[in-house]
């Protein structure tokens, strides 16, 4: 049986020359992996994290990891491609959407607002370095455990002010509350442990370090 669906990639892993295995969220199955073959010398831009693909799915009985192919960009992501800033932060979001969402998860409504987090990163055309923590706070909500400032007060240590001013912020004044790069990085682990404790999962962001840096 041939299906067709939506894909956000989060990560890849190559096996072999020809063939990658897709981490992926869909409006289908929520979080699940399927193998893809890529011609020798190109196409892997296609699968770079956080393209939005359309494609096509065929199901194997017989095999939990099914084949995906026919696949084509469903959203060009201009400004996340061509901006180092955006870029390394779609890394940031890919990374933390794998390492905390669980294969096999479904989530109702998850893929959407992932696209749309996505589009918005793509859209904004500045004050865009707060954007990781509102996806996070966001992302909590999405996962059912919207944080309110009491809940975050455990994790909070000498950030509740600044945790305060991005919880009762719109997200346009999110965008704004003014932090140094240290502040952001800090209150990102702060948040990350929230994730990991409501997820039961360590989550460690390899990415944030990149973030660290580009956002001083």
Not at 64 to 69: C, I, K, S, Y
Not at 80 to 104: C, H, Q, Y
Not at 133 to 158: T, V
Request: glycine fraction near 8%; include cysteine; proline fraction near 4%.
């Amino acid at each position: 049986m041939v299906r067709s669906t939506q894909l956000i990639i989060l990560n890849t892993t190559k096996v072999g020359e020809k063939s990658l295995v897709l981490h992926t969220l869909s409006p289908d199955w929520g979080r699940r992996s399927f193998i893809a073959s890529v011609p020798r010398g190109g196409g892997m831009a296609l699968f770079q994290p956080l393209g939005i693909l359309d494609a096509e799915i065929v199901e194997n009985p017989r095999s939990d990891l099914w084949r995906a192919h026919a696949f084509s960009a469903r959203h060009p992501l201009t400004g996340l491609r061509t901006s180092p800033a955006k870029n390394a932060m779609s890394l940031f979001m890919a990374e933390v959407l794998w390492r905390t969402i669980r294969d096999g998860a479904r989530e109702e409504g998850l893929f959407e607002w992932c696209e749309r987090s996505i589009l918005t990163l793509d859209a904004l055309e500045g004050d865009f370095a707060n954007y990781h923590l509102r996806f996070l706070l966001e992302l909590a909500a999405a996962l059912g455990f919207a944080p309110s400032l009491e809940d975050l007060m455990p994790f909070a240590g000498e950030h509740l002010a600044q945790l305060r001013a991005l919880v009762q912020s719109g997200f346009s004044e999110s965008l704004l509350v003014p932090l140094s790069g240290g502040q952001r990085s800090e209150i990102a682990e702060i948040l990350l442990r929230y994730l990991g404790y409501h997820t039961e999962t360590r989550i460690e962001a390899r990415s944030l370090r990149v973030l660290r840096e580009l956002f001083r």
